[in-house]
């Protein structure tokens, strides 16, 4: 059996969570991002925890929140005792995907319609 890894986060030496998932089919991720936007001068310093269970397709998170300049994050890969997330996706059977598929593309496809030889 292969190792299960996830994630135990600290934000300034408080734990924040131990993301990660007990099958071993899944997807986890910390995410820290700096956003700058000329247009409103706006900036936003951000971390971000989840993660995908591959098996259910029901996507996890662990936890979301803005940062400040200063806060020191350590991350530590772990194996086990993983924190139950505090949102999961609901499941969405095969019907509710192709729909969601199918409107996709007519709207991508008219989008490109001048784009598009058929």
């Known amino acids: 059996m292969k190792n299960k890894f996830g994630f135990q986060v600290l934000i300034n ?5 131990r993301a990660g998932f007990e099958n071993e089919n899944t997807i986890v991720t ?4 700096s956003v700058r936007r000329e ?10 925890i989840s ?9 996890a998170n662990w936890f979301s929140n ?21 949102s999961i996706s609901k499941v969405y059977s095969e019907k509710d995907i192709l729909s969601q598929k199918l409107k996709s593309y007519h709207k991508l496809k ?3 319609k001048d784009y598009l030889k058929e």
């Open 13 to 17: 030496g408080k734990k924040i969570c």
């Open 30 to 33: 910390c995410i820290l991002d």
């Open 39 to 48: 247009k409103d001068n706006s900036e936003e310093l951000n971390i971000s």
């Open 51 to 59: 993660g995908l269970n591959s098996d259910t397709q029901q996507h």
């Open 66 to 86: 803005k940062l400040q300049e200063g806060d020191k994050i350590s991350i530590e890969i772990i194996s086990n005792n993983f924190d139950t997330p505090i």
């Open 110 to 112: 008219e989008e490109l």
